[in-house]
């Protein structure tokens, strides 16, 4: 039954955007041609709740760029479904985060990808960050509960831990971190992009930084694209025995709605190769039910769900109840699903073995929203010495530690 399935939708309601990302996936910042209408829209809304979806996320683009948007948050609220949206915060005025309260959205997450200058360059705009902040205040002041989500690349990961401590401060309740990926412009944009090999100096930090975190009483939630069966796993993803990354949940509990009523199994997945159909075309739950873009993953726990693995993923251990990691990861790398290059465990079982693993460009993107181009993927002995000019190269004494903070020591790993 379909409300057994999917319970979590992240909706694209506009690509309309006033930032201009170096890592935006989407290459937001036009109107989607053919965006749905109010009306379009509203029924949309209906058929979600119809499906079973609990919970809705409102994207852009920028959300409130598009002019209904606080209908459709109200539409949602109204049918039931918990309201949520995502932001870069560039302009929410105080009035504006009270509107939001009185149409029901519960909780906002405010991108912020660096410190000051980091955060502007990356976001494309002077302001951006100190906007970030203002919008942070403004939404605890008209009662809205925040958090932040940061993509950890060659240019945020050095300044992670005090990234964290800006957050904290401003009063964060959450914070969601993932890995920049090779999708829309950050596939322009490669040189930002972590090297497979680089993990090993990331993840301990990630650690460091999400124990203090937990001491504190800041919720940190992993993205689909960190960690897998690293050291510190369980950490990263909540702590108890069952936290752990048990597969893509893609069309199994996640739905993605682009602006234009394309229905995909994630939000995050590229348009062309993972799209099930357009509720123009198709309801809600034909889509669901009928299409494979959206059924892929409900082969787990059968031979069939390992049939699309190859290279280091094909043999793993962890083959079985992994899948090869995050979908949308290893498609944008590769332009094809089974084989994941951003894997703690992957990087530690071959730096065992005398292998480090670097990718580079192969074929560009095209140039369309959500899309990818093609990386190759290079095994060396890990002595090779690496090219010398690489300044953003990422290493462990890069990482910014607040003067505060203890002496980095032995990290506790489950």
């Known amino acids: 039954m379909t409300y057994r ?5 992240v909706w694209e309601i506009t690509l309309k955007c006033n930032l201009a990302c170096q890592h935006c996936g989407s290459r937001a910042g036009h109107t989607r041609a053919k965006e749905l209408s109010t009306e ?3 029924d949309l809304v209906k058929q979600l709740a119809d499906v079973g979806i609990t919970e809705v996320t409102l994207i852009g683009g920028e959300a409130f760029l598009r002019p209904d948007w606080l209908e459709i948050a109200e539409a949602i609220s109204d049918a039931g ?11 929410i005025t105080l009035e504006t985060a009270k509107r939001m309260k009185q149409a029901g959205i ?6 912020l990808d660096g410190l000051e200058a980091t955060h502007d360059r990356l976001r494309g705009k002077i302001g951006s960050w100190e906007w970030a902040f203002k919008t942070m205040s403004h939404l605890r002041e008209a009662g809205i509960t925040f958090g932040n989500n940061t993509q950890i690349n060659r240019l945020s990961a050095p300044e992670f831990p005090r990234i964290y401590e800006h957050i904290r401060d401003a009063g964060t309740a959450a914070w969601q971190i993932q890995l920049t990926v090779p999708m829309g412009n950050a596939a322009d944009n490669s040189e930002i992009l972590l090297q497979p090999y680089e993990l090993l100096d990331v993840y301990p930090m990630i650690a460091r930084v999400v124990e203090r975190a937990n001491q504190e009483g800041v919720k940190v939630s992993a993205g689909n694209n960190i960690g897998y069966y690293g050291p510190y796993e369980r950490l990263l993803r909540g702590g108890d025995a069952w936290s752990f990354w048990q597969g ?8 993605g709605i682009e602006a234009d009523g394309a229905i995909k199994g994630c939000p995050s997945l590229p348009t062309s190769a993972y799209t099930g159909g357009n509720i123009r075309d198709y309801s809600l739950n034909t889509i669901i039910e009928e299409t494979e873009e959206l059924r892929f993953n409900l082969g787990a726990g059968t031979p069939k769900g390992t049939e699309h693995l190859w290279g280091f993923c094909k043999s793993c251990e962890f083959a079985e109840l992994c899948r090869g990691g995050c979908s949308w990861t290893a498609h944008v790398f590769f332009n094809k699903r089974g084989n994941n290059p951003y894997c703690h465990h992957r990087a530690l079982t071959q730096a065992k073995q005398g292998i480090r693993e670097r990718v580079f460009v192969k074929h560009q993107a095209p140039g369309n929203p959500f899309d990818n181009g093609e990386f190759a993927l290079i ?3 890990i002595d090779t010495p690496l090219t010398e000019n690489d300044p953003l190269r990422f290493t462990a004494d890069k ?4 003067q505060s903070w203890e002496k980095i020591g032995q990290l506790v790993t489950l």
């Open 5 to 9: 399935r999917i319970s979590y939708a």
């Open 40 to 42: 379009e829209a509203l």
């Open 81 to 91: 479904m918990l309201c949520g949206m995502t932001t870069g915060g560039y302009g």
């Open 106 to 111: 519960k909780m906002v997450s405010v991108s």
């Open 248 to 255: 893509c949940s893609a069309g199994l509990s996640a739905l």
């Open 379 to 381: 095994e060396e002995p």
């Open 399 to 402: 990482v910014q530690w607040p």
